[in-house]
T-cell receptor
Framework: DQQVKQNSPSLSVQEGRISILNCDYTNSMFDYFLWYKKYPAEGPTFLIS?????DKNEDGRFTVFLNKSAKHLSLHIVPSQPGDSAVYFC???????????FGSGTQLTVLP | ETGVTQSPTHLIKTRGQQVTLRCSSQ?????VSWYQQALGQGPQFIFQ???????GRGNFPPRFSGLQFPNYSSELNVNALELDDSALYLC??????????????FGSGTQLSVL
């Protein structure tokens, strides 16, 4: 039973355009949502997060939107740069250990 | 500031063997979490250690066990290895207790292959 779904395994966008990565979840107990990106041969690195009490959080070129009623969040990257090419994971948090439940990831490729 | 380091980077074992993976936390972090990432999937939570005690566990059998040491470094032990244990094992450190923070800092992982 997948609690976190990233239905697009891959996404290609042109440099300078907007990248939109989507994530759906089923567990109502998730109360904090994080995005991680992962380059080959490296561990995931934290990108941006949002609390369940907010619907938007912005950090530079990155914005995360949360729609609690739809159990959906999205990550917008604008403008996209070739260095953004990586696998992006949606990872909600829950439980006393604040463990992360990762989606399967979306491979973003930004074409120059 | 020292990041999270894991050893070894790669390991090959045969079915039925036992393996120990090691992790050094980022400086100042008191909590260590272990995740398993199978090919093509996202990382899955194995367990977390805070102040040398297990603080949470995912859906993994008892043959997956761990330790945290007074310096907050950690080990992941897997007994009776199975072919499906082949995966990238990621260690992540964070702040726990009164300063609990969901933001995890990951190491580069140990790639385990079970033949």
């Amino acid at each position: 039973d997948q609690q976190v779904k990233q239905n697009s395994p891959s996404l290609s966008v042109q440099e300078g355009r907007i990248s939109i990565l989507n994530c759906d979840y089923t567990n109502s107990m998730f109360d904090y949502f994080l995005w991680y990106k992962k380059y080959p041969a490296e561990g995931p690195t934290f990108l941006i997060s949002i609390s369940s009490i907010k619907d938007k959080n912005e950090d530079g070129r990155f914005t995360v939107f949360l729609n609690k009623s739809a159990k959906h969040l999205s990550l917008h990257i604008v403008p996209s740069q070739p260095g953004d090419s990586a696998v992006y994971f949606c990872a909600p948090s829950s439980g006393s250990a604040r463990q992360l439940t990762f989606g399967s990831g979306t491979q973003l490729t930004v074409l120059p | 500031e020292t990041g999270v380091t894991q050893s070894p980077t790669h390991l090959i074992k045969t079915r039925g063997q036992q393996v120990t993976l090691r992790c050094s936390s980022q400086s100042g972090h008191n909590t260590v979490s272990w995740y398993q990432q199978a090919l093509g999937q996202g990382p899955q939570f194995i367990f977390q250690y805070y102040r040398e005690e297990e603080n949470g566990r995912g859906n993994f059998p008892p043959r997956f066990s761990g330790l945290q040491f007074p310096n907050y470094s950690s080990e992941l032990n897997v007994n009776a290895l199975e072919l499906d244990d082949s995966a990238l094992y990621l260690c992540a450190s964070s702040l726990g207790g009164a300063l609990t923070n969901e933001k995890l800092f990951f190491g580069s992982g140990t790639q385990l292959s079970v033949l």
